[in-house]
C-alpha cells in the first residue's frame, strides 16, 4: 500500500512558476512509476507528466512539454513537477499517482495507477 501526498499548489500569475511535490509512504517508493495527473472543472482527467521508477526517464503531454520538469528523489519518497511559464489553462487540481510496476510507454492511461492522492489546487490567473 502506498500513500500519497500532493502539496505546493496556489495562485500564481501568467508566466510564473510553481513546484509541485508528492511523498509517498512506504519502503517501495522506487519500485514505482511516478504520474502526474490534473483535472480542469467539467472536463476530464488527463496526464500531464510520468517518470520511471528510476527517474532516468521521462514522458510528458505536449501541452506542457517544454514548460514541465518532472524529476524524482527516491532517497526521500518524493516526486516533484516543476511547472514554469503557468498558462491560465493550467488552472486545474493536480494529482500524483504510482504504478504497481513499470508501464512505460503507457505512461498516460490512468487504469494503469493503482495509488492516488487528493489532489492539491493550481490557479492560474491571466
Known amino acids: 500500500q502506498v500513500q500519497l501526498v500532493e502539496s505546493g499548489g496556489g495562485v500564481v500569475q501568467a508566466g510564473g512558476s510553481l513546484r509541485l511535490s508528492c511523498a509517498a509512504s512506504?519502503?517501495?517508493?522506487?519500485?514505482?512509476?511516478m504520474g502526474w495527473f490534473r483535472q480542469a472543472p467539467g472536463k476530464e482527467r488527463e496526464s500531464v507528466a510520468a517518470?520511471?521508477?528510476?527517474?532516468?526517464?521521462?514522458y510528458y503531454a505536449d501541452s506542457v512539454k517544454g514548460r514541465f520538469t518532472i524529476s524524482r528523489d527516491n532517497a526521500k519518497n518524493t516526486v516533484y513537477l516543476q511547472m514554469n511559464s503557468l498558462k491560465p489553462e493550467d488552472t486545474a487540481i493536480y494529482y500524483c499517482a504510482a504504478t504497481q510496476g513499470a508501464i512505460g510507454a503507457r505512461w498516460s492511461r490512468r487504469d494503469l495507477y493503482s495509488y492516488w492522492g487528493q489532489g492539491t489546487q493550481v490557479t492560474v490567473s491571466s
Open positions: 512506504g519502503r517501495t517508493f522506487s519500485s514505482h512509476d
Open positions: 517518470i520511471s521508477r528510476s527517474g532516468v526517464t521521462t
